[in-house]
Nanobody
């Protein structure tokens, strides 16, 4: 089985910064795309940013220029550096990874448990 473990959430004032981390553990043969999603109260979960195995990032318009996604393939870890935070960034942030488990030919999307980010004005 595969687990994604997130860390780095918390409470921060507007224009502050936070860095989220998400590490994948378990019977992993390979990880393809990794990403971060967020879900605000009463709203749907939406993509924040994702990154290919080669390191090419893709961002939601609302975070372009403020957030940076990166990954360390050797550590099976994805990061989200969040700068110039705004109150509207407040949400539960979830990481996601497309994983090929050891001994399997198929790919499965796994999710982290979520980490709360709260930005005060």
């Amino acid at each position: 089985q595969v687990q994604l473990v997130e860390s780095g959430g918390g409470l921060v004032q507007a224009v502050g910064s936070l860095r989220l981390s998400c590490a994948a553990f378990g019977r992993i043969f390979s990880i393809n795309g990794m990403g971060w999603y967020r879900q605000a109260p009463g709203k749907q979960r939406v993509l924040v940013a994702d990154i290919t195995r080669a390191g090419r990032g893709n961002y939601a318009d609302s975070v372009k220029g403020r957030f940076t996604i990166s990954r360390d393939n050797a550590k099976n870890t994805v990061y989200l550096q969040m700068n110039s935070l705004k109150p509207e960034d407040t949400a539960v942030y979830y990481c996601n990874a497309d994983v090929q488990s050891s001994g399997s030919y198929s790919w499965t999307a796994f999710w982290g448990q979520g980490t709360q980010v709260t930005v005060s004005s």
